[in-house]
T-cell receptor, first 113, second 115 residues
């Protein structure tokens, strides 16, 4: 079945440093979404990527979808303490009459002052 | 605030018992999803309902069942509970059941502890 791995599992950075998390799928994806979960919170939608090679930016966050649509990345420039949390990639899968998100393993980001 | 509500926030029970978790989706959303989050399994999809009908199933145990009612709220029933069922259970909702890549809005979760 679908397997989605994210690396690294954990990342500690100093405030102001950059951060990147990578998401790799064993199969070609039609769509991938990214979510952020703050400590003690629930996943919150960040972005959705659909096209091969797509790049989308949200302020300091840059999202990429690989050319082969089997991998994706999230890059944060100049991290801030508000960026703390776990970042999940989540391929959106159509299954017969329904759909589901298959969450990656997540990357936990800690930002130190 | 996502607009998705879940009750209760915390639930502590014993092995062998049965519990019901409740979810109210965002106003107007027809799809409800249930997810289980645990340290060893991560965030796993359990089941999707769309306008009262089951539409997609994940790795949901036979001891677990769900339903969506005419007012679109949903309940997840967990029976014959085991220690390993201790986890955070999230409900999410979205606006469409199929065909569109809709974002999902997650509720605050119910933390289940089985002793």
């Amino acid at each position: 079945g679908q397997q989605v791995m994210q690396i690294p599992q954990y990342q500690h950075v100093q405030e102001g440093e950059d951060f990147t998390t990578y998401c790799n799928s064993s199969t070609t994806l039609s769509n991938i979404q990214w979510y952020k979960q703050r400590p003690g919170g629930h996943p919150v939608f960040l972005i959705q990527l659909v096209k091969s090679g797509e790049v989308k930016k949200q302020k300091r966050l840059t999202f990429q979808f690989g050319e082969a649509k089997k991998n994706s990345s999230l890059h944060i420039t100049a991290t801030q303490t508000t960026d703390v949390g776990t970042y999940f990639c989540a391929p959106f899968i159509l299954t017969g009459g329904g759909n589901k998100l298959t969450f990656g393993t997540g990357t936990q980001l800690k930002v130190e002052l | 605030d996502s607009g998705v509500t879940q009750t209760p926030k915390h639930l502590i029970t014993a092995t062998g018992q049965r519990v019901t978790l409740r979810c109210s989706p965002r106003s107007g959303d027809l799809s409800v999803y249930w997810y289980q989050q645990s340290l060893d399994q991560g965030l796993q999809f359990l089941i999707q309902y769309y306008n009262g009908e089951e539409r997609a199933k994940g790795n949901i145990l036979e001891r677990f069942s769900a339903q969506q009612f005419p007012d679109l709220h949903s309940e997840l029933n967990l029976s014959s509970l085991e220690l390993g069922d201790s986890a955070l259970y999230f409900c999410a909702s979205s606006g469409s059941g199929t065909g569109l890549y809709n974002e999902q809005f997650f509720g605050p979760g119910t933390r289940l502890t089985v002793l």
